[in-house]
């Protein structure tokens, strides 16, 4: 799988919008939970690899490429670190974090009440 540039086709869209390649890259296996997980701090690859539920070196390397190719992160002496761009993105991201909370109570709330009707 090739990396969805911005503007060259990608999975789900041929003119390349932009937004076609964002949503192709993150809908990709754990490339949003890396750039989730570096929210948190940079990590080394053992870190990383770790903190991602133990993904394999294989996959998180092929991510690793794909995410810092398309500069959303870099490498440090501390090990892998989200760019300025990748920081911009976890903006937008972290208010769906707290958003899936208020999801998942309602969800339970409802199929608690749906168990008490029955």
Not at 88 to 102: M, N, R, T
Not at 107 to 113: D, G, L
């Amino acid at each position: 799988m090739s990396i969805p540039y911005p503007n060259s086709p990608v999975r789900g869209s041929q003119t390349g919008k932009p937004i076609m390649a964002l949503f192709d890259l993150l809908g990709r296996t754990w490339a949003l939970g890396i750039i989730w997980q570096l929210s948190f701090g940079s990590a080394t690859f053992r870190e990383l690899q770790q903190r991602c539920e133990n993904i394999s070196p294989t996959l998180l390397n092929n991510r690793i490429k794909e995410l810092r190719a398309l500069e959303l992160m870099s490498t440090s002496d501390d090990g892998y670190q989200l760019t300025e761009l990748g920081n911009e993105l976890v903006a937008f991201i972290k208010p769906l974090g707290d958003w899936s909370y208020h999801w998942a109570d309602n969800i339970q709330n409802n199929n608690n009440k749906e168990r008490s009707e029955d």
